[in-house]
């Protein structure tokens, strides 16, 4: 990409590598805080190509009219407004950032939005859901793998959990060895993984993702 053409693309008050290099919880939730007007256009921008990909798994394991979905970190809802119109309609999402949830709540395409973070104790009931969809939380300075755990007790036996996970972190940051951990221990097992793609196209293609789909046990 030229020069010209990146300098037309919109600005941001984030930094994209900041959130990566986030300390803790506190840190993430006022960077999103302060990119909430601005965050759906300058990764669209940026050829976000995570939705689409994780709603396409979805929808391979998950029938439209099949129950509960929840969105854990859904953000400002962009999630929520792919999956709506695929005749997802009974939505919940959750995310760290209230300014973000503020932008999805106007979009009325949820039925519950709550703040919480993933990684320690969720405030959800077990066995809440038929499917759990997360996209673009698992990567650097983000939820940890730790997250799952959770994720998992929320989620009904025969649900599903779709998720994304930067490549650069599956190994290194620990998710690899949890998701095998589950896997063995009977929690879920695997049933679809996407191979790797530039989620960040026109920004980093260097950044690749995998969507994975489970089965909780």
């Known amino acids: 990409m030229s020069d010209t053409e990146r300098s037309k693309r919109p600005q941001s008050s984030y930094d994209l590598q900041s959130a990566f290099s986030a300390r803790d919880s506190q840190e993430i939730a006022e960077l999103y805080d302060s990119w909430s007007e601005d965050y759906e256009e300058a990764v669209l921008s940026w050829g ?9 798994v979805l929808g391979r394991h998950v029938e439209p009219k099949g129950g509960t979905v929840l969105d854990a970190g859904a953000g400002t809802g962009l999630m929520g407004e792919i999956l709506a119109p695929l005749g997802y309609g009974d939505l919940v999402g959750i995310d760290i950032s209230p300014k973000m949830l503020e932008i999805a709540r106007e979009k009325g395409v949820y039925r519950d939005l709550h703040e919480m973070a993933l990684g320690g104790e969720l405030d959800l009931p077990s066995d809440a859901f038929d499917a759990v969809i997360s996209t673009g939380v698992f990567a650097e300075g983000h939820a940890p793998p730790e997250s799952f755990e959770e994720l998992i ?3 009904k036996p025969g649900g599903h ?8 972190v599956y190994v290194d ?3 690899k060895e949890k998701q095998e951990a589950f896997e063995r221990d009977g929690k ?3 049933v679809e993984m996407t191979g790797p793609f530039s989620h960040l196209r026109f920004e980093d293609p260097e950044l690749k993702c995998r969507v994975f789909a489970y089965e909780v046990l």
């Open 153 to 155: 007790r929320s989620t």
């Open 161 to 168: 959990l779709v998720f994304s996970v930067r490549t650069d």
């Open 188 to 190: 879920w097992r695997l």
């Open 173 to 175: 940051g620990g998710f």
């Open 48 to 56: 976000y190509a995570t939705p689409a990909i994780t709603s396409w």
